[in-house]
RNA sequence: GCCCACAUAGCUCAGUCGGUAGAGCACGUUCUUGGUAAGAACGGGGUCAUCAGUUCGAAUCUGAUUGUGGGCUCCA
């Protein structure tokens, strides 16, 4: 278990935690060894129920725990009650758990029957290993653990999945029984309807709910229809960004969505990634392929002619689709796709633009995140994914090259004073990167920007440009999303408002609710005057009563319900319901036009008039 | 791709022991013209994901396929 679980444990640590307080460290520090000892119970319980059974790691991990079993059948959901059973009745029997140093021999004893743990044995640099027993129950562990089964406080076991022994999938599959633990029932309770309340934000649900994208299975899987709706906050995203950037000094272009195959092998992605792009169409002698990536495409409009110093830094942007054939188990939504839009660009610069032109890339994301209302350190954060020098098969080998490019970007996220962690190995084959993390609200982090400096591609291109002294020098390339995928985007801002946007986003944003149909002309005058004036209104003409339109506008998130009757249709005026509850009686139907216009053209995150 | 589970009306779901389907919402029509989260009546709507098999008979049992969900792996 040893280190395998360590690593688990950190990367299993919750992501936003702040605390730093002693005493909240050590009461964490508690309640994560009950959750390894919670492990260890449960793995008493399975071999109870199967003598057989071969043992993998149980480690802890955000919330709970978790073991890999290898046993003589499949695990089902109805077996999950008769373990926790099992397990209660060993905390009730508040067992002790003992330990003792052995030496790896007398280790490879113990577990003869347990070739995982044999495997792990072998690998230790150590040469004594720690070994743990509660009950009839002997593991190889690290510790530390409770000093007997009765401090295992409040428990439940959650689901059954399957995973790779040690990650690999190459190796068998064991069957993992996830749990979580805390210290009272009260917590667990709590811990579950979170979970709940985490589903009714599923940007899955919502889409279905609010009608903003549709799959069909004759399109094929992980290919999302964006549906009128869907289709507005996704036109609104594209229109702001591209907007911004051009004001920021990129050039917007539109490449080809495919390509001839040797555009990737000359780029060097080809060998890299070949298995998640689709196969080559044949087309007379052509080859050519649906692109996985915008970068090349970029690079050749730069090739097209002799550049300058003088064109530097070389900012080329698009809306750029693109391909991937990701693993078909790998497909979520809006989050995992297999086309997608990135908001992509390439700058090409000299090495020592790259400090500069770095901090403008962070400046234009740290903008675009705060329009769409996240906040650093609570929705997203830094990662910074370095390289690794002795995976030259994974990673382009120019170990002085790497190490440049890293300290650079480590540089950048120091002086901003940005809160960033550093990760191995989770850089591009052409050099580290920073990104931008986002937590979903089922606690899963997925990358929602990225910043990459690339030393490598103007190498594989020969991308030059002539400098003061006339002679020919290579720059770099920082590849840089500012809003990331689009699709991925809208799932993150899905979950990030519950479906409730901002005006700006709302794909309806003021429903008009006439109270009879005597009503109908003046809010049918009012909705040609807000639409002549780009706002994206509606009247509910149906023959229904005023309440049933209120709670379906209100169901449907939309920002503002102007209710109109004889008063309003007297005086010029509407009454405003704001989605919030909130009422306004008897704005001036101008000032109301006024505000809403206003609020949308600042992006605004509030509602009130 | 791998492990497990799931798939019934547009949506959310029920359907007992195998005897060819039901509710609420949504939709349509009519009545109702109602002042801030569900007015009423009636009606239309399903090859029970698909294809095979078992059976006198399959939504129900078996297998395969497709899709979805939770994990694993992967994520340029």
Redesign the pocket.
Known sequence: MLRQASRARVGGRSLFSTGSAMDKKESDEKLETMRHSAAHVMAEAVQAMFPEAKFGIGPTIEDGF?YDFDLPR????EDLPAIEARMKESVKADTAFTHELVGKEEARRIFAHQPYKLELIDELPEEMVTVYRQGNFTDMCRGPHVKSTGEIKAFKL???????WR???KNP?L??V?GVAFNNQKEVDEYLARVEEAKKR?H??IG??LDLFV?S?LV???LPLFTEKGSVIRRELERFVVDEEIKRGYKHVYTPDLANIDL?KTSG?YP??K???YPVMKVDEEELMLR??A?PHHFQYYASKPRSYRELPFRIAELAKQF??????????LM?VRTFCLADSHIICQKEQATGELNAVMDLIEYVAGVLGYKPGENFRYRLSLGDRKEDK?YYKDDEAWDIAENVLRQVLIQRKANFFEAER?????GP?I?IQMKNF???E??AF?V?YDFVMPKRFKLTYIDKDGKEKEPIVI?RSSIGAIERTMAFLIEHYAGAFPVWLSPVQAMI???????LDYAHKLEADLKENDIRVQVDD???????K???A??QKIPY?L???????ENGTV???L?T?E?V??LPFAEFKGKITKLIRERASGLAL
Do not use: W
């Open positions: 978790y499949t695990l089902t959901p959650m689901s059954i999945a399957g995973a790779y990650g690999n999938e599959m069957q993992r996830y599923d899955r649900k279905k709910d799959f299975d094929g899987k992980g990737y992605h890299y990634y298995d998640s792009m996985p990536m970068c991937r054939y990701e693993k078909s188990g790998e497909l979520t939504g995992r994974k989770e850089a591009a084959f052409y990167k990104d089922a606690g899963k997925d990358t990225t990459q590849h609710i006439p109270i009879s149909d005597q009503h149906r023959n229904e009563r005023m309440n049933q209120i709670r379906d209100q169901l319900m209710v109109v009757g004889d008063k309003e249709a009454s405003v319901r989605r509850g009422q009686q008897g």
